[in-house]
C-alpha cells in the first residue's frame, strides 16, 4: 500500500519572482534566486513511500533535507506541491489548521533534529510523552501512565527515571523520548529529521538500533533525513539524494551506495569512504 505520494513539493524562502527554480539547482550550483534573493530550498521533490518502508533523504548541508522533512510533518508551511497521505482525503498540505492538528497528533510522528524543538525540556519525560498522548484524546490518567511505561520500555529508556525533568536526561535518551513520543499514537508515518545528531558514535548506534528494531516490529513507513551515509545505510531501503534544492538521484539504498550514477553521489560517498 503507498503510505504517502508526494508530487512537485517545493519550498522558496522569500517573495519568489516566478523564475526562482528555472535560476537555482544543481545545474547553477546554487539554492538562491539572482533575481530576487529567494533561497530555493527544494523545488519539484516527487516520491512515494510504501507500507513499512523506510526513505531516506541525504545530501550536504542546506540541499533541503530540513525543509522537506518538516513540510511533511506540517510544521512547515509548502510554496507548492501535493502530498497524498492514506488516511486523509485530499492534499495534506493544504489541510485547515484542525485537520493539521489531527494528522499530527494521530499519524504523523516526528522527531526533530534539535531536541529543544520536539521536548519541553522542564517537562518530565513521562509528561512529554503524556502530551502527545492526550492530544489525541487520551483522558484516563492510569491509561495515560501505562502507555508511557510501556513505551520507554520500547525505546529502552528507564522507567524508574519517567518523573524526572527531560533537562536531566542524557542526549541519548532525550533521543529516545523523542522517539518515543513520535510513535505514541501509532501513527502511520514517521519523520526522523538527524536522528543521531549531536550523540556521541557509541550512544549513536545504541539509539539508531533500538530505532530498526523498533521499525522492524511495527512495519511504520518512515523517512529519515540525515547527512551521515552510515546512518542511511543502516536505515533506509531507498534513499533521494539531495543537492541545492533538488533530487539528483533515487533508488534502492545498496545501488546507490555501491553503484551511485551521479558524479555527485559518486564523490559524497567516496568522501567518506
Ligand atoms: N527560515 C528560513 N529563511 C530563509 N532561508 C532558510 C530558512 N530555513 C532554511 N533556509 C535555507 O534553505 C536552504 C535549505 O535549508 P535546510 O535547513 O532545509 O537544509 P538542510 O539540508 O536540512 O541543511 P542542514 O543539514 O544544515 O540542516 C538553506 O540554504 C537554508 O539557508
Redesign the pocket.
Known sequence: MTVLDVANLTKI??DACGECVDNTGPSVGD??CPVCGS?V??ADVDFQLHDGEVLGIV??????????AEMLALDLDATAGDARYHAYDGNMLSADYQARHELQNQHVGMVH?HVQDGLELSFSGGGNVAEKLLAAGWRHYGDIRDRVESLFRETEVPVSRMDDATETYSGGMQRRIQIAKAIANDPGLVVLD?PTTGLDVSVQARVLDMFRGLQREQDVATIV?S?DLDVIRLLADRTLV?RH?RVIETGLTDRIMEDPHHEYTQTLINSVI
Do not use: D, F, I, P
Not at 59 to 68: A, F, N, R, W
Open positions: 524562502y522569500g539554492n538562491q533561497v530550498a527544494c545530501g550536504e548541508s542546506g540541499s533541503g533535507k530540513s525543509s522537506l533534529q538527524e533525513v547527512h539531495m534544492g
